[in-house]
């Protein structure tokens, strides 16, 4: 398997866009998760899902943030509008059976 | 929610030398697991202690579980240039499935 797949590995953007991304879990796995990486505040959990169903959004940090999941093998994260205090790192991960994680190798998002 | 705490939140050694990092919280766990993040990466799940007093080893990195199950550290011995990145546990998810993360210990191993 190729892992956890996410798109774009980076972003350039201007304040004001809307920014998309996207994330292919690893096949047959149940739980797909949004996480956001700054060094000021570390790994925080965004939003997760279990069998394609929002479980727990309570990280989504305001309304401009938005996720969704239409099937078992593709996912994406919007901001809009992006502003620059959202540049961070934003990873996905996939488990089975919420078990092991299993990060992508994230989207370095720049908003300027 | 369980409260995580790391530490020390930063190390810089010098390659060949020994460190520990620790993951301590006032919940008992039925498990924890330590990840790593190389620089540029997705963290990596390394080891899952569940039992308490349980010691792991993965070749130079040794993995000890508290008894009460509240504690655990990772210890390096000999560190090299290849251990450098952040070093994150995380217990058992809840019942929902939700996983939360320690703010991680930052590894520098110079050469």
């Known amino acids: 398997d190729a892992g956890v797949i996410q798109s774009p590995r980076h972003e350039v953007t201007e304040m004001g866009q809307e920014v998309t991304l996207r994330c292919k879990p690893i096949?047959?796995?149940?739980?797909l998760f949004w996480y956001r990486q700054t060094m000021m505040r570390g790994l925080e959990l965004l939003i997760y899902?279990?069998?394609?169903?929002?479980?727990?959004d309570s990280g989504m940090p305001e309304d401009r943030f938005s996720a969704k999941m239409p099937n078992a093998s593709f996912s994406t994260l919007k901001i809009q509008p992006s502003e620059p205090r959202d540049s961070a790192v934003y990873f996905c991960?996939?488990?089975?059976?919420?078990?092991?994680?299993?990060f992508g190798p994230g989207t370095r998002l720049l908003v300027l | 929610t369980q409260l995580l705490e790391q530490s020390p939140q930063f190390l810089s050694i010098q390659e060949g030398e020994n460190l520990t990092v620790y993951c301590n919280s006032s919940s008992v766990f039925s498990s924890l697991q330590w990840y790593r993040q190389e620089p540029g990466e997705g963290p990596v799940l390394l080891v899952t202690?569940?039992?308490?007093?349980e010691v792991k080893k993965l070749k130079r990195l040794t993995f000890q579980f508290g008894d009460a199950r509240k504690d655990s550290s990772l210890h390096i011995t000999a560190a090299q240039p290849g251990d450098t990145g952040l070093y994150l546990c995380a217990p058992e998810p809840d019942s929902w499935g939700k996983f939360q993360f320690g703010a991680g210990t930052q590894v520098v191993v110079t050469p």
């Open positions: 899902f279990n069998n394609n169903v929002p479980i727990d």
């Open positions: 991960a996939s488990s089975l059976s919420s078990l092991t994680q299993y």
């Open positions: 202690v569940v039992t308490g007093g």
């Open positions: 096949s047959g796995h149940d739980y």
